[in-house]
């Protein structure tokens, strides 16, 4: 009796650690640090403007299905949910023996792999600039070059997104669906409440990473807040950081990582340019004090709340998630700017990148011309006709109302004419006083600012390792930023030999 | 009787064949959950893995590349950390939470609710929830009831030598109550003229604990003490969620390292599997030790 | 009925109560209680309260005490993240759970306790060993096998995991072990067959350890997410603990929508809880003493 009394006991305990210890969560996944942009919205009255998409039949002989991975999850506003229904019901007018079947899907590298390999992966899915090369070599993805000459937009590509988006010989197995740019977000309210503000009323805005920690001390001890809402989680803070490395001067030679003569793949974080931008981390925190409170706690999402609910002044991040601050967390658009990435003293760079679409590797020929019939539909392609300007009008519409800043959009096309009548709809749906971008926009387009992709292999590992420096640095006072370094700059050799240098 | 017995030999081979067919739909089960994943697995750690295909069989060199890494030394001396602060925060305070809600005459069905509650929510929830509890602004609710009393505010899961007593403290929090009620159930078979005994003999209360009510539960703590140092070993999902194993991973376990050379973006599910296969031997090498001493004191008794 | 004295049952007994420290001790004991149930409950009132603040408070309030009792907020998250669905999914996914718990494992147990054919004791410790290893350790392989199958997006294989519970295999071995054995032996030779004699003698006998199993397969279904999370990936059949998954790490919505689904997801639990307290804290426990 006893004896059974005990392992009942034990079994009452091993079920409560079963079921503490029973599921886990995907925290670690590879969610690139890529702004994870938001699919159009759009408002019921808008209707009428939709219902301007033509619905003659373009080709009744296309038969198939395809399934739409980037159709928007069920957490969605009902109004885009509405969108993505008036796309579906044209595409179906249009061409319709192709059946559509929604099939919401979050892209994850980790999640995508078994579901292309066990042929469960949707038809489309939208995974950021990072993972298409890898994608590609492993033959995870449909090839869709034909498709696309087929209709004639093959050599409109702008030629880095060719070069992100197709293997060796030139076959292209994705589009660009959105780009950004990373620059500052500013929370005016704060800046305000400092004295950081001119006689016209605008920011009074660091340009560059000095004067960065100067306001941000200013706006620390005039407010009580963070200067600055830094996110040293997972991946993000090493992303975040390479950007500051950069313009420390961790680039051509003293690049993070480089391929040597022998084309070996080596990573140099003990560069004195590295250890100098790492020593700014660490002033940030020990000398400005001026991150906020669990800085390696906070995720991409939560500096973005910091900063909508004033409780941070600045904020690393792109032109595609100004909604973010804004309709998202409630910070009024007027309180709001966007501004270029600050210089440092030996650069002037901001990280680009942007979400493709691309598509399982089983498509047919005729899945390939039904998905880009559909991506036509969406506008996602170089072609202005009624339909295509209606949508853009709706999506730019729904945007402004529901408060987020209508601002111009960074084009994937190399197409004049498409691209000026784009930023003629925006300029009249702007809701926003451009003043508080026109810095922005105006050093991407006048080239003071340059542009530079994410590090070309495996960025993730270089972001997580990064981050783990950060994470000591900026909680540990007096941590030795060399020794840290290179500890990292190891492990992360060794998983460049392990990956790829063997 | 008689009758049965003439057709016993066959009888029981098909009554042999009944009883499996009785227990096959488990079996099958059993196989497709647990078995066949595990070996799997064990299988997976000794190969080249690309994506979910096994390419090539490469013996140890999965262990070796993981063992030799800096973060693996890190989180085995983290996860031995975990097991030593769940042994000073989880281990006593369940006997001591059984004795005091034991010794209760009025209300001893209240307490007991209230110490079994934290158990039945579900443990994300209860994660995220305490994530708010330590958070380092003004508004993190430590900081709130702190600052009453007149104390700062402080930052707790950004503090390296913090993290993995607050994370245990948060599994304590859920899983002391219930184990609680099972060291009063183990109390409450003492047979009480024991104590009646004892009284009479001038032992006083204390005594009555030390020399009646503790040495009942020993077998059991004992019995109890593997089991969460077995449990505490696979901790994942909450340093996962409250710290994302850090500050420079300063919280990561074991099994957290698991899932990131999983599905952390290396998608490397050899070493994944390697350090699966790791955990599980030592929890076995631990339950090994366990039942030799367990065996050892049972001939002695 | 009778108004019973109530009597000390443990270390103390009522005659101690007569010594002063002892008096002043034994108030220290229920001082020491009712913080345990402060710290017990607190974090549950405290999230509740969360719920009623809105972004900006949540973020910057110094107060425990929201500003007002907004229960909009509350049906606002209801209705914006349709969690009438996201219940509904978890009802079906708990409703057969439990019902492969209670029957693939009964009779497995069944097999390994009662029955007992030849190889039986290899299979029971098999099972014994599955114990020790923690589900996650597997969960890849097993993915892969779910997606093999095509069991992708349905509850199937939810169920199915449930019916493959070491843990409940072992309940019910315990259970099924302690029955007398002279009424499965009467029956036998009766004439049953195993199975008749499994639902007509066995299961009778069994409501206790078949309420212990099933409202652990509740709870445990309820609460699960990582395999569901894999299983049913963002489809139309999430559960409430996949979306509250989805919410921590997908960043997708803010964190005073997140407390208020956590407040969500923990309202069938406690009331699962209210109901059967007395089963969860007293019974289940006990249904091991007494056998």
């Known amino acids: 009796m006893k004896k059974y009394s005990l392992i009942l006991a034990i079994l009452m305990v091993l079920s409560f650690v079963l079921s503490a210890c029973g599921g886990a969560g995907q925290t670690a996944d590879s969610k690139t640090p890529s702004e994870p942009t938001k699919a159009p919205e759009i408002s019921e009255e808008l209707g009428n403007e939709l219902s301007s998409f033509s619905s003659d039949v373009i080709d009744p002989d296309l038969t198939c299905t395809i399934t739409l991975g980037n159709w928007p999850p069920d957490t969605a506003a009902a109004s885009e949910l509405a969108l993505f229904e008036g796309y579906k019901a044209t595409m179906e007018k249009q061409y319709p023996n192709v059946t559509l079947v929604p099939d919401y899907y979050s892209y994850s590298l980790s999640n995508y792999v078994p579901m292309a390999k066990g042929g469960t992966a949707p038809n489309i899915f939208q995974p950021p600039f990072t993972d298409p090369q890898l994608l590609i070599s492993q033959n995870l993805v449909g090839d869709v070059t034909d498709a696309l000459a087929e209709i004639g937009v093959l050599e409109k590509f702008s030629p880095s997104y060719v070069e992100m988006l197709a293997d060796k010989n030139g076959r292209i197995y994705g589009l660009p669906r959105d780009g950004y740019v990373l620059g500052m977000h500013i929370n005016i ?75 070996r793949w080596v990573c140099n974080f003990t560069s004195p340019e590295c ?212 500890e990292a700059q190891e492990s992360f050799q060794e998983y460049l030999d392990d990956e790829i240098n063997s | 009787m008689k009758k049965i017995s003439i057709h016993k030999g066959r009888g029981k081979r098909t009554e042999a064949f009944k009883s499996w067919l009785i227990m096959l739909p488990g079996l099958v089960l059993m196989t497709f959950f647990v078995w066949e994943p595990l070996l799997e697995s064990v299988r997976m750690s000794l190969y080249k893995t690309e ?54 005459v009025r209300g001893k069905g209240f307490f007991r609710t209230a110490a079994y509650l934290p158990n039945m929510l579900p443990g994300l929830a209860v994660i995220i929830l305490w994530s708010a509890f330590f958070s380092g602004g003004e508004s993190g609710v430590l900081n709130i009831l702190l600052s009453k009393i007149g104390i700062p505010k402080q930052t707790y899961l950004t503090e390296a030598n913090l993290v993995i007593p607050i994370i245990i403290t948060v599994a304590t929090w859920k899983g002391a109550g219930a184990t609680a009620l099972i060291y ?71 099994m957290q390292l698991m899932w990131q050379y999983a599905f952390g973006g290396s998608m490397d599910y050899g070493k994944a599997s390697a350090v699966a296969v790791i955990v599980t031997a030592i929890l076995l090498v631990m339950t090994a030790i366990y039942s030799y001493f367990n065996r050892k004191e049972s001939d002695w008794d | 009925m009778a108004k019973k004295r109530l009597q000390h049952t443990g270390v103390i007994r009522d005659y101690d109560m007569h010594s002063l420290p002892v008096r002043i001790g034994y108030a220290f004991i229920y001082v020491l209680c009712f913080i345990m149930v402060i710290f017990a409950v607190f974090p549950l009132i405290w999230v509740i309260l969360a719920g009623f603040k809105d972004l900006k408070e949540f973020m910057s309030s110094t107060k425990i005490m929201p500003n007002a009792f907004n229960f909009g907020l509350f049906l606002k998250t209801w209705s914006q993240l349709d969690l009438a669905k996201n219940y509904l999914n978890s009802l079906i996914s708990v409703a057969g759970s439990v019902v492969c718990a209670l029957i693939f494992n009964g009779l497995l147990g069944y097999g390994l306790s009662i029955l007992k054919p030849r190889g039986y004791k290899l299979v029971k410790r098999l099972v014994m060993l599955s114990l020790l290893v923690p589900a996650t350790i597997s969960i890849v392989p097993l993915f892969m096998n779910i997606q093999r199958l095509g069991m992708g997006n ?63 397969a509740i709870n445990a279904a309820w609460s699960d997410f990582l395999l569901p999370y894999l299983v049913l990936r963002g489809g139309p059949l999430q559960t409430v603990m996949v979306r509250l998954f989805v919410f921590s790490t997908e960043q997708t919505v803010n964190a005073d929508t997140m407390m208020r689904s956590v407040v969500f997801s923990m309202i069938p639990p406690i009331i699962l809880f209210i109901l059967f307290q007395k089963q969860l804290t007293e019974n289940s426990v006990s249904v091991g003493i007494k056998g």
């Open chain 2, 184 to 254: 009063m159930a183990a109390m409450a078979s003492v047979n009480t003229e024991l104590y009646e005994a004892a009284a009479i003999d001038g032992a006083n209360v204390w005594q009555r604990v030390i020399h009646i009510l503790l040495p009942s539960i020993k077998k059991l703590a004992g019995t109890l003490l593997i089991l969460q140092i077995i449990s505490v070993f696979q901790i994942m999902y909450e340093p996962m969620v409250l710290t994302k194993g850090g500050p420079d991973n300063a919280s990561l376990s074991l």
């Open chain 3, 154 to 216: 349905s509850f199937l294989p939810l169920w199915l995991s449930y019916g493959a519970n070491a843990m409940y295999v072992v309940l019910f071995i315990q259970f099924f072990e302690s029955l007398p054995q002279s009424m499965i032996e009467a029956s036998r030779i009766d004439g049953c067959t195993p199975i008749q004699t499994f639902f007509h003698i066995v299961l009778p006998l069994s409501k206790p350890i078949c309420a212990v199993v099933a409202i652990f």
């Open chain 2, 51 to 104: 994506n979910v295909e096994l390419v090539e069989f490469i013996g140890l060199k999965n262990f070796i590349s993981v063992i030799g890494k800096t973060n693996f030394t890190q989180a085995l001396i983290n996860t031995f950390s975990y097991t030593f602060w769940s042994l000073i925060i989880g281990f006593l305070l369940p006997i001591v939470l059984a004795m005091l809600i034991g010794e209760t």
């Open chain 1, 189 to 263: 309210e704060l800046f305000r409440e400092a004295g950081l503000i001119d006689e016209e009323g605008l920011p009074i805005y660091p340009k560059t990473l000095q004067e960065l920690a100067e306001y941000g001390q200013i706006i620390r001890e005039k407010t009580g807040k963070a200067g600055l809402v830094f996110p040293a989680s997972e991946t993000y803070g090493g992303w975040l950081f390479t950007n500051i490395a950069w313009n420390f001067g961790c680039v051509g030679e003293s690049a993070l990582e480089y391929q040597d003569e022998t084309g």
């Open chain 1, 275 to 486: 250890v100098a931008a790492m020593e700014y981390m660490r002033d940030l925190r020990w000398k400005y004090n001026i991150l906020n409170a669990d800085a390696t706690t906070t995720d991409w999402a939560g500096a973005h709340s910091e900063l909508g609910t004033g409780e941070a002044a600045m904020n690393f991040a792109a032109d595609d998630s100004v909604d973010q601050p804004t309709s998202n967390k409630g910070l009024p658009i007027e309180d709001f700017a966007l501004i270029p990435f600050p210089a440092g003293p030996e650069g002037r760079y901001a990280l680009a990148g942007g979400t493709c679409y691309m598509f399982s590797p089983d498509i047919t020929p005729d899945q390939a011309r039904a998905l880009m019939a559909y991506l036509k539909i969406l506008g996602k392609l170089p072609f202005l006709d009624d339909d295509i300007v209606a949508g853009m009008r709706a999506d730019y519409a729904a945007k402004k109302d529901r408060g987020a800043p209508v601002l111009p959009a960074i084009s994937a096309w190399n197409d004049e004419e498409y691209n000026a009548t784009k930023r003629a709809i925006i300029d009249e749906y702007c809701n926003v006083d451009m003043r508080l971008y026109n810095d922005f926009f105006d050093s991407v387009s006048e080239g003071t600012i340059t542009l530079k992709a994410e590090e070309p292999v495996f960025a993730q590992q270089l972001y997580r390792e990064l981050t783990a420096v950060i994470q000591r640095v900026i909680t540990r006072e007096g941590a030795d930023i060399n020794k840290a370094l290179k």
